[in-house]
């Protein structure tokens, strides 16, 4: 069974910045995508960021232009660069990592931006 595990989280300043890091405990192969989801308060997950096979990329409407989403190459970790952040951002972020073999789930990590 493979974890992922998300740090980087915490409370921040409208305007500022924070790096979602989110690592497998394990080598996985065949990953078709890496994403991160974001469930504000009250309602359901939705998809923020998405980092396909080859350059493609797909983010929301909302964080387009203030979050990057990007792999690092040597290891099994996405991560999630938010800057601008503002208080509609605050919520629980999830990575997901996805193959034909499925989805593997991070917990979520909180993420609380203050006005």
């Known amino acids: 069974q493979v974890q992922l595990e998300e740090s980087g989280g915490g409370l921040v300043q409208a305007g500022g910045s924070l790096r979602l890091s989110c690592t497998a405990s394990?080598?996985?192969?065949?990953?078709?995508?890496m994403a991160w989801f974001h469930q504000a308060p009250g309602k359901q997950r939705e998809l923020v960021a998405l980092?396909?096979?080859?350059?493609?990329?797909n983010y929301a409407e909302s964080v387009k232009g203030r979050f990057t989403i990007s792999r690092a190459k040597s290891a099994n970790t996405v991560y999630l660069q938010m800057n601008s952040l503002k208080s509609e951002d605050t919520g629980v972020y999830y990575c997901?990592?996805?193959?034909?073999?499925?989805?593997?789930w991070g917990q979520g990590i909180q993420v609380t931006v203050s006005s």
């Open positions: 997901r990592l996805s193959g034909a073999w499925g989805d593997y």
């Open positions: 394990r080598s996985i192969p065949n990953i078709n995508n």
């Open positions: 980092l396909g096979s080859g350059t493609r990329l």
